[in-house]
Nanobody, 119 residues
Framework: QVQLVESGGGLVQAGGSLRLSCTAS???????KGWFRQAPGKEREFVAAITWSGSSTKYADSVAGRFTISTDNAKNTVFLQMNSLKPEDTAVYYC?????????????WGQGTQVTVSS
């Protein structure tokens, strides 16, 4: 049984920052962690991912340079630092864990946390 529990969502002004956290339980140590987001009426989209060791990361073009993903394996936690937030970033953000890195395909999902960016 694997569980991903997210926190850190909320309301922020455009240009501001927010940090999301996701704590994993279960046998997820070697899973690659990542974040997706979904806005109302839109498909869930990839945001960022990091290898289990933290050695490599990848980002969607829409967030590259603004968002940073990191992990603290000792605490089984993955973070998403979001800077220079835009109204277009408004969405429910989901933590994910995947054994696949080449094509990041989550095996597990968190419950989601709402991020709202006001102009």
């Amino acid at each position: 049984q694997v569980q991903l529990v997210e926190s850190g969502g909320g309301l922020v002004q455009a240009g501001g920052s927010l940090r999301l956290s996701c704590t994993a339980s279960g046998r997820t140590f070697l899973y690659h962690k990542g974040w997706f987001r979904q806005a109302p009426g839109k498909e869930r989209e990839f945001v960022a991912a990091i290898t289990w060791s933290g050695s490599s990361t990848k980002y969607a073009d829409s967030v590259a340079g603004r968002f940073t993903i990191s992990t603290d394996n000792a605490k089984n936690t993955v973070f998403l630092q979001m800077n220079s937030l835009k109204p277009e970033d408004t969405a429910v953000y989901y933590c994910a864990a995947s054994l696949n890195w080449r094509n990041y395909s989550p095996d597990y999902w968190g419950q989601g946390t709402q991020v709202t960016v006001s102009s």
